[in-house]
């Protein structure tokens, strides 16, 4: 069974940083693209950053030079550190994959920046 679970969500004035961790489990991580994508208030979901298999990271321009995704590998764990957060960011934040033919998603954690 795939599962992905976040943490690292919460409160923050805008300007500060928060670091989001998904940890992946009934997978073979190593071999899977990792993504993150946000859903703000009446907003459709979109596509933050991902990272590939190998290590290549793409991000969305409205984050570009403020998040940073990252993986680990060894502790099956892919990671987003968000800095210089602005309100617009709020936002809930889920970890995605696709394996076996299936999307994947967490249950998603809550990103609130305070302006």
């Known amino acids: 069974q795939v599962r992905l679970v976040e943490s690292g969500g919460g409160l923050v004035q805008a300007g500060g940083s928060l670091r989001l961790s998904c940890a992946a489990s009934?997978?073979?991580?190593?071999?899977?693209?990792m993504a993150w994508h946000r859903q703000g208030p009446v907003k459709e979901r979109e596509l933050v950053a991902s990272i590939s298999a190998g290590g290549s990271s793409n991000y969305t321009d409205s984050v570009a030079g403020r998040f940073t995704i990252s993986r680990d590998n060894v502790r099956n764990t892919v990671r987003l550190q968000m800095d210089n957060l602005k309100p617009e960011d709020t936002a809930i934040y889920y970890c995605?994959?696709?394996?076996?033919?299936?999307?994947?998603w967490g249950q998603g954690t809550q990103v609130t920046v305070s302006s």
């Open positions: 995605h994959t696709r394996a076996r033919g299936r999307d994947f």
């Open positions: 009934g997978i073979n991580f190593r071999l899977h693209a």
